[in-house]
């Protein structure tokens, strides 16, 4: 089996065993203000979909992808129950290419592909947004992934998308009191430009 498989199965087994709330990302949380108040959002390899339903209740038309069935099961449940317009499917987002200028928002939180990373940039619309959240490597605490290629450098994201304009960059490091602040995770919201 390769590694990637059993990655793929130990998502699988945990959402289909655990009980998750989904939560938004706190970069979505706190600019959400940021948001178009319309248009096509993508919450890409969403789990339990946080970012698609407060997207979906901001009156996006949100499009959610995760290789995990039993998350995307979750997902549909909750959309259906809130009545919000949440297109959740499963889909492996390495394995089939994002399309071209499609989305005015992306959201993608807690999961890092370095190869992905033109596809990304590419698959949002001129104007669009990017919301970027995930573990860093200087961290404090000890939650996220053990392996470091699953972590961010230092100032990665914003290499990583270079060719979008930075709206909103955070990265506190284990600068001051890491008692405060933004501590393990790095977020970034650029834009395409048109
Ligand atoms: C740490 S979870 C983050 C989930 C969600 N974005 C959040 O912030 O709660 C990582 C997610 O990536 C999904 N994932 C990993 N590789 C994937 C792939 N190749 N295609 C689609 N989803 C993938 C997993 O199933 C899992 O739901």
């Not at 289909?16 to 948001?35: C, K, S």
């Not at 492996?92 to 499609?102: F, Q």
């Not at 698959?123 to 573990?135: C, H, Q, S, V």
């Not at 490597?137 to 100032?155: C, H, I, K, Q, W």
């Amino acid at each position: 089996m390769t590694e990637e498989t059993s990655r793929y199965l130990r998502w699988e087994s945990r959402y289909r065993t655990a009980e998750g709330e989904p939560q938004p990302a706190r970069v979505l949380r706190e600019l959400d203000f940021l948001l178009p108040q319309q248009g096509q959002a993508l919450d890409l390899a969403c789990g339990y979909g946080g970012n698609a339903l407060l997207m979906a209740a901001q009156g996006l038309a949100v499009t959610a992808w995760d290789y995990a069935g039993a998350a995307i099961e979750d997902l549909r449940e909750r959309a259906s129950v809130r009545g919000l317009p949440i297109r959740a499917e499963v889909r492996d987002v390495c394995a089939k290419p994002l399309p071209s200028e499609t989305f005015d928002v992306i959201v993608v939180s807690f999961f890092l592909d370095r190869g992905l990373v033109p596809a990304i940039a590419d698959a949002l619309r001129p104007g669009g947004l990017l919301f970027y959240e995930t573990f860093v490597r200087e961290a404090v605490g000890t939650s996220g992934p053990t392996n470091p290629d699953f972590r961010l450098m230092p100032g990665e994201l914003l290499r990583l998308f270079a060719e979008l304009r930075v709206i909103d960059y955070r990265e506190h490091a284990l600068f001051g009191d890491t008692e405060q602040g933004q501590r393990d995770i790095a977020t970034l919201v650029a834009t395409r430009q048109a």
